[in-house]
């Protein structure tokens, strides 16, 4: 029996990661593979820093020139192996994402979520625009079609900043320590490498 | 035309690595595969991290439980895929390798290294012995029928000595900062989660 609609996948992502963006702009070609679509969870990636004690790769890093070097070298393989021509590194990076990552959860109440991740992801690593400006985002959204009055009212609002802290927690609770992370129903995998493995996982769940 | 001949594969290693230890245990079964067989790189692994600011996962991730639980998590992945029921943690980790280093050097020139890499392999991660004490390794060499008493000697030289610093330095120099590394002629991969892609380098490679 066919177990697809058994298969979870949930993609819990920060728009400050860059490998958060590679793994979106391939995630569309892996549910046309496998027919099961990711559901995206926004998380605060500095909260689940916090909480984990864990921390950016820039910052852990830093003093380790072979390591990024290294890490570079395997984002440039990415983007080559996917044939992403789009990207650019976005000179305002380390971004404080909080007003995005509440807008992400805006724009689910608000039934505009896959084209707010679009953009804003498309302004992150394709525009290099300052994302931790507000006026910087409305525009965006604006220029998008998006409706940036209406976003910008419910990040204000209470549920959409404990929605968030929610979400953060509980990824949290969950085991995760860093964007991108994935869930194939409980089975956790890290980073934009396990790709491969979250495919294979969901073809092994869905079979099972 | 088939290049096999010109597709040279390095894995750099220290016995300290239980991931070194996975990619040992698999890296015959890639040979039969590809055809290419791994010519193994003796490097301090210790020595490495000092050049280039890193640490051990042990170390880096110490605070960092979810992270910890992860690794852990693709840890036991890796051991199920690939069949490998033999693994036991050390537990003497983390273990000063500096003599069983210089042990493989001595080895390769004296005409036995495929053995002692393989006994002392097991002796870390299959028998949880303390291979950081001479009188340990020296009866688990004779145990497996190795020259023990000519391996000391030659581990006292200044020739392995150096040979094993010059090891670390080239590595280094190449761009390394951990263990296990691979190269494929001068493409480098780090981690025992990117054996597959280093298998289709070789396979891209060949058929170049």
């Known amino acids: 029996m066919d177990k697809a609609d058994t298969v979870k996948l949930r993609f819990l992502f920060d728009f400050g990661s ?3 963006y590679l793994c ?3 995630l569309p070609a892996m549910a046309a593979r496998t027919g099961v679509a990711a559901a995206y969870v926004p998380i605060l990636l500095g909260g689940l820093f916090k909480l984990t004690n864990n921390r ?6 830093a003093d380790i020139p072979n390591k990024r070097a290294y ?6 393989r990415f983007l ?3 044939g992403l021509t789009a990207y650019r590194r976005n000179e305002f990076f380390p971004v404080n994402t909080l007003t995005i990552m509440r807008g992400a959860v805006a724009a ?3 039934g505009c979520f896959a084209p707010y991740v679009d953009t804003v992801f498309s302004c992150m690593w394709e525009r290099s625009l300052d994302m931790a400006d507000a006026n910087v985002v409305a525009a965006a959204l604006n220029d998008a079609g998006l409706p940036a009055a209406e976003l910008f009212a419910a990040m204000g609002t209470a549920e959409v900043k404990q929605a968030l802290m929610a979400n953060t927690q509980g990824a949290f609770e969950q085991g995760a320590f860093g964007s991108p992370t994935f869930f194939v129903n409980d089975q956790m ?4 490498d396990r790709l491969r493995e979250v495919e294979e996982e969901i073809v092994s769940q869905r079979n099972r």
């Not at 890490?71 to 440039?76: C, I, K, N, Y």
């Not at 995998?189 to 934009?192: L, P």
């Open 18 to 20: 860059p490998n958060a």
């Open 24 to 26: 979106h702009k391939v």
């Open 56 to 61: 950016s790769p820039a910052e852990a890093f």
């Open 71 to 76: 890490d570079a070298l395997e984002f440039r």
């Open 80 to 82: 080559e192996k996917h």
């Open 108 to 110: 689910q109440a608000l």
């Open 189 to 192: 995998f890290f980073g934009k």
